[in-house]
């Protein structure tokens, strides 16, 4: 009698894990869905019906309006915006930032996993040493080079040719080549007669790792557009409230 009743509390406390696991499971699906079914209602509705209530939970009827104005770039508050200019910039941005990044970062990591010379633990450690210092403070100097000294101002260049240095990156994976990659491959590569960089891209763990990193890397570029939208407009409404603001315009 003693085992059943152990067996049966063991049951009961088996039986609340799972159930609070299911409903961690199910509050985290509703945290990533909901502002995504959220966003998907907002575009069926106006702007006026936006204005009277940000968050849409129903469907409206102005899907079709919303999408032809888009097409035809017509917006009456915005009326330079060309939503297809800004999608062709951001491909080419994020796109191309994010193809450099995943190569070099795949060949240093390459390098620093395969082959063994007297600098590489040095190497490795300042790459570590470099990644932990905050952009802040190389943002200044950064600036300052690129539009200053190089005059790259109105360009693309200095957001897509830096992404070559990507410490973060290489430390991912160089992490998941010493844990994945076989180097025995590399010598079989050899044997073979192959040179040193097909081994490296035709490995599909490798060629996995570099799927997710550019993944993760291509969102990254793409959610940094996305603030730096974001402090224009609040930079841009501050300014036009200080400037409608009888106390900072010193007429009060």
Not at 106 to 114: D, K, N, R, W
Not at 185 to 209: K, M, N, W, Y
Request: charged share 15%; with cysteine; aromatic share 12%.
């Amino acid at each position: 009698m003693e085992n059943v009743g152990v067996k049966d509390n063991y049951m009961l406390i088996q039986r609340l894990k799972s159930a609070g696991c299911f409903i961690v499971c199910v509050l985290l699906a509703l945290i990533c869905l909901v502002p995504l079914y959220i966003m998907i209602m907002n575009a069926t509705h106006g702007d006026a019906a936006l204005r009277a209530q940000p968050l849409q939970f129903l469907p409206g009827s102005d899907l079709v309006k919303n999408i032809k104005n888009i097409a035809g770039g017509e917006f009456p508050q915005s009326p330079n915006f060309n939503v297809w200019l800004g999608y062709r910039n951001s491909l080419i941005i994020a796109g191309g930032s994010t193809i450099l990044t995943v190569f070099f970062s795949a060949l240093t990591s390459y390098g620093l996993t395969v082959y063994d010379f007297k600098v590489r633990d040095g190497a490795y450690t300042f790459i570590l040493a470099v990644m932990m210092i905050p952009i802040q403070v190389t943002s200044t100097g950064f600036v300052k080079f690129m539009v200053g000294t190089l005059g790259l101002a109105n360009s693309y260049i200095p957001l897509i040719i830096p992404a070559i240095a990507a410490p973060a990156v290489v430390f991912y994976m160089r992490q998941y080549m010493k844990s994945s990659f076989p180097l025995d491959i590399v010598e079989a590569a050899r044997i073979d007669g192959s040179g040193e960089f097909l081994p490296h891209h035709c490995d599909p763990d490798v060629q996995t790792g570099n799927r997710s990193t550019g993944d993760l890397r291509i969102r990254t570029e793409l959610e940094q557009l996305l603030y730096t939208e974001y402090d224009h407009y609040f930079q841009r409404k501050a300014f036009h409230d200080a400037d409608h603001d009888p106390e900072c315009s010193g007429s009060g």
